[in-house]
């Protein structure tokens, strides 16, 4: 993260948010979606490359699905705020994706927000 260029240094077309307008979600690459999550960069990274030191840390999109927010804080440029914010990005894909195949099962999708039955979990 040595070469530092700024969102705003960078071509319009080029920027997550702008790519994200143009083109849709599914058209973006890895890191512009992880950059959407970051959201802004620090003095000597852009969220893009955050992201691109993020993914690559963590293993790319699987590593860091299941990465915790101890991983996350071990990737230089994270701090707590921003761990917290992927982590929990992270945990709302993985309720949705159990809700999904509870779905697809043919079974009764659990109450929103309740995680242990989306988990597969039951009462403590």
């Known amino acids: 993260m040595n070469s530092h260029?700024?969102?705003?240094?960078?071509?319009?077309?080029?920027?997550?948010?702008e790519r994200l307008a143009r083109f849709g979600m599914r058209r973006l690459r890895d890191a512009e979606v992880m950059a959407l999550v970051v959201g802004s960069g620090s003095r000597t990274a852009s969220s893009v490359e955050l992201a691109h030191v993020v993914l690559k840390k963590l293993g790319g999109p699987a590593g860091l699905r299941q990465a915790s927010v101890e991983d996350l804080l071990a990737v230089p440029g994270v701090g707590g705020a921003l761990a917290a914010r992927i982590a929990g990005a992270m945990e709302l894909a993985r309720r949705a994706a159990a809700r999904e195949r509870i779905s697809a099962a043919g079974a009764k999708p659990p109450s929103p927000g309740c995680a242990d039955e989306a988990a597969g979990r039951g009462p403590d």
């Open 5 to 17: 260029t700024s969102i705003a240094e960078m071509p319009e077309e080029d920027r997550p948010r």
